[in-house]
């Protein structure tokens, strides 16, 4: 039976290479972590029945993005965002125990109709999974994912494209 959420003392031993083995997939460190835990990740489910993940970070005045995007004016880069969905992409191929080092391939479409400001608590990311694909010993996944900061839809992305090579 495969785990199905993890903590953030997990998530920085995945960063570590300490989840999946040497060589597999990795999760970026912090600052680059973007989630704090992840609260289900399940190979059944999700909008297309191919796989659920869903993540939370907790929106703090001291993310070090705020800071510097922009000056007076704080907002989480949109791009970190989707970062993020690549990387929720990208660990739940390795969670399958597909081996490889992760990358990402792209992105179809990326909506942005709102943002992650100091005043709001939790982002929360739902990555739907739509097709695994092993061409050559590669493993590939591509999926649709959603950031709601609070209870509000934020970001839609569609067709994220997670490779891992060995």
């Known amino acids: ?3 199905n ?13 300490e989840l999946f083995g040497p060589g ?3 999760l970026p460190l912090p600052p680059m972590l973007m989630f704090d835990r992840i609260t289900e990740i ?7 029945n191919k796989g659920i993940i869903k993540a939370e970070l907790d929106i703090k005045d001291d993310l070090w993005f705020f800071d510097c995007h922009f000056k007076g004016d704080p907002v ?9 969905m690549w990387q929720l992409v990208g660990f739940y191929l ?7 080092k992760g990358r990402a391939l792209g992105v179809s479409t990326v909506k942005f109709t709102g943002e992650v400001l100091k005043s709001v608590k939790k982002a929360t990311y739902i990555i739907d999974m739509k097709k695994i694909m092993s061409p050559g010993g ?3 996944g591509l999926a649709n994912g959603l950031l709601f ?3 509000k839809k934020i970001y839609s992305a569609e067709n994220l494209k997670v490779g891992l090579f060995k």
């Open 1 to 3: 039976m495969k785990k």
């Open 5 to 17: 959420s993890f903590t953030y003392n997990e998530l920085i031993s995945c960063g570590n290479g």
């Open 24 to 26: 597999n997939a990795k």
């Open 42 to 48: 399940n190979d059944a489910g999700g909008a297309f």
């Open 76 to 84: 989480m880069p949109g791009c970190l965002g989707l970062d993020a």
């Open 94 to 100: 390795g969670w399958l125990g597909n081996p490889g």
């Open 138 to 140: 590669t493993s590939v």
């Open 149 to 151: 900061a609070g209870d």
